[in-house]
């Protein structure tokens, strides 16, 4: 069976289950916000149709200079992208033929755009469960490398790993001349972040990758930007096409950098159903990812391949992520976003009432 690659478009998982798609469903697979974009969006959505009749700025000036601004950078630090996916293309057409490290699991679109312009793909793989950071090998694997991908905060777990982990790795980089591309598409979810960032101006080995479209709920948009030295910017610009950023896209990322306030209630909406969801899977005995974030990954002990849970749970209309594409967990573990409160407890029953019937087959 040929499993669909991304969440979020759950019909594509009912067709290759071949299962009818509920009418009532809510769909747990993809981690946007559930809030929904930022209030300021909706109120002065009806602005952005003038923008649909002109050619977008294809520098992206003045979102870029609120980037710089925000992130204590200079313009020329960064890069806009249309969506993280955009990005994560260009860097892997920038590393073409060369070997890479993936830290595994992780999210597939590094592999895939590695693989796609001809490079040797590594895997460090971290242990399931707790998914702690070791060194392992990894130090052997960098001396014969030329990037290093790390998701952090992670997909799928929701681990964050420390910001002392990560100056631990950039040094080793750094020392053996590899490219260390952290993809932070979530850190925005995380009430203490240790900014990254200023280590762009230290070192010229170091590439992060952001998101706007998790937090500020538009990934039919599509905004991202990547920020680095000057030096990597222009190489990766070189290989982007013109108007590759809309015009919606560009001015709704201006107005979301104005939304503070938003992102805090996010955080605290997420921690509150977080610790709420966390105490309900403990109580019913179900193993969960320490996640720091806004989704997790869920596991009934009492099965090695979820697939019973997962197929019930599609059945009742709850729609988690599955994970046969992430390397180390391959169906052993379910993704879940964390929704609002409503639509959490709707799960929360769904899975009580999953126990109930895995009783009567086991």
Not at 33 to 43: A, C, M, R, S, T
Not at 127 to 147: C, H, I, Y
Not at 274 to 302: H, I, M, W
Request: glycine fraction near 6%; charged fraction near 25%; proline fraction near 7%.
């Amino acid at each position: 069976m040929k499993w669909p690659q991304h969440g979020s478009n759950p019909q594509y998982l009912f067709d290759a289950l071949e299962l009818p798609l509920p009418e009532q469903r809510i769909d747990f697979s993809a981690n946007i916000n559930p809030q929904g974009p930022p209030p300021i969006l909706k109120e002065n959505w009806s602005q952005l149709f003038a923008a649909v009749t002109d050619y977008p700025d294809p520098k992206g000036k003045e979102l870029k200079e609120k980037l710089a601004e925000k992130e204590g950078l200079h313009t020329d630090q960064i890069l806009l992208g249309n969506g993280g996916a955009e990005i994560i293309s260009l860097v892997g057409r920038f590393l073409s033929g060369r070997r890479v490290v993936i830290v595994q699991p992780a999210f597939s679109e590094y592999e895939a755009a590695c693989r796609v312009n001809g490079c040797n793909v590594d895997y460090h793989q971290l242990v399931p469960d707790r998914w702690e950071w070791r060194d392992l090998d990894l130090s052997n694997k960098l001396g014969r490398s030329d990037a290093l991908f790390l998701c952090n905060p992670n997909n799928p777990t929701g681990v964050c790993y420390p910001k002392s982990v990560v100056a631990g790795l950039l040094k080793e980089c750094e020392e053996n001349e590899c490219f260390l591309v952290i993809d932070e598409a979530f850190y925005d979810f995380l009430p203490d972040y240790d900014s990254l960032v200023p280590f762009i101006n230290e070192n010229p080995h170091l590439l992060i990758i952001r998101s706007m479209t998790k937090m500020f709920a538009i990934p039919g948009l599509r905004l991202g930007y990547l920020v680095g030295a000057p030096s990597m910017i222009r190489k990766l610009e070189a290989l982007q096409p013109h108007w590759s950023i809309n015009a919606l896209a560009l001015q709704a990322g201006e107005w979301c950098l104005e939304s503070e306030s938003f992102v805090r209630e996010t955080r605290e909406l997420i921690e509150r159903e977080r610790t709420r969801l966390f105490a309900f899977y403990q109580e019913k005995g179900f193993l969960v990812s320490p996640s720091s974030v806004n989704f997790y990954l869920l596991k009934d002990p009492s099965l090695k391949d979820q697939l019973p849970f997962f197929r019930f749970l599609l059945e009742k209309g709850m729609i988690p992520r599955h994970t046969m594409n992430f390397p180390g967990v391959e169906g052993g573990w379910l993704r879940f976003a964390i929704k609002g409160s409503r639509e959490n407890s709707i799960l929360m029953e769904a899975i009580a009432e999953w126990q109930n019937h895995r009783r009567s087959f086991l």
